[in-house]
Nanobody
Framework: QVQLVESGGGLVQAGGSLRLSCAAS????????MGWFRQAPGKEREFVAA?????YYGDSVKGRFTISRDSAKNTVYLQMNSLKPEDTAVYFC???????????????????WGQGTQVTVSS
């Protein structure tokens, strides 16, 4: 019912910045929340940030990343500053139906996933 398309990933040097975008489409919906996870090879999918009526960040990105949205475009963004090599991962857009609060989400709570976009931070 919902398709999520991420963009904006790429290769950047440590200390640099990237902005990821995720556009939702495929249905008309009125109540939803969105966020971001990331996953490095051999590691579990890690919560990064979420936005609902509030915003919430994982400890590892707090103070460096900013999540925002454009509701008219059904799009969520992740501005990533002061990037570190340990930020290297595939970043996945996440979509939740209803009005869940932004908190430390579990992957099992996600209703729809994007295909992922690679972010590589070199040292």
């Amino acid at each position: 019912q919902v398709q999520l398309v991420e963009s904006g990933g790429g290769l950047v040097q440590a200390g640099g910045s990237l902005r990821l975008s995720c556009a939702a489409s495929g249905r008309t919906f009125s109540s939803y929340a969105m966020g971001w996870f990331r996953q490095a090879p051999g590691k579990e999918r890690e919560f990064v940030a979420a936005i609902s009526w509030n915003v919430y960040y994982g400890d590892s990105v707090k103070g460096r990343f900013t999540i925002s949205r454009d509701s008219a475009k059904n799009t969520v963004y992740l501005q990533m500053n002061s990037l570190k090599p340990e930020d290297t991962a595939v970043y996945f857009c996440a979509f939740r139906l209803g009005t869940p609060s932004a908190r430390y989400w579990s992957p099992s709570e996600i209703d729809y996933w994007g295909q992922g976009t690679q972010v590589t931070v070199s040292s």
